[in-house]
């Protein structure tokens, strides 16, 4: 039924650009409020980035604005995550999920309401 897989991660240079994908089944985007979170090694999962459904608003965690970008494409039912001056302090494993019912982001615990999380891409910034 509802379905995230992420993909598009790999090894970048700092400073480099890296574009995620997350492939969603079972929903519709313009409908649901989808985030990203990451976990780097021996750290708390973080809430990065969250894109309402209907009202189209995007959010993101103050250490990485400016620098990504989410977006939707509904017809292909994907959310992407541009990702640009990347830091080695970016590196972690990233996932998307679906928020529990048709609520908005601003109002959202972007780790604790969402679920079906995707099992996670791994983005490494190093030199």
């Known amino acids: 039924q509802v379905q995230l897989v992420e993909s598009g991660g790999g090894l970048v240079q700092p400073g480099g650009s890296l574009r995620l994908s997350c492939a969603a089944d079972g929903f519709s985007l313009d409908t649901y409020s989808v985030t990203w979170a990451r976990q780097a090694p021996g750290k708390e999962r973080e809430g990065v980035s969250c894109?309402?459904?209907?009202?189209?608003?995007?959010y993101y965690t103050d250490s990485v604005k400016g620098r990504f970008t989410i977006s939707r494409d509904a017809t292909r039912k994907m959310v992407y995550l541009q990702m640009n001056s990347l830091k080695a302090d970016d590196t972690a494993v990233y996932y998307c999920?679906?928020?529990?019912?048709?609520?908005?982001?601003?109002?959202?615990?972007?780790?604790?309401?969402?679920?079906?999380w995707g099992q996670g891409t791994q983005v490494t910034v190093s030199s």
């Open positions: 894109i309402d459904g209907r009202a189209d608003t995007t």
């Open positions: 999920a679906r928020r529990r019912g048709l609520y908005s982001c601003r109002t959202s615990n972007w780790l604790r309401d969402f679920n079906s």
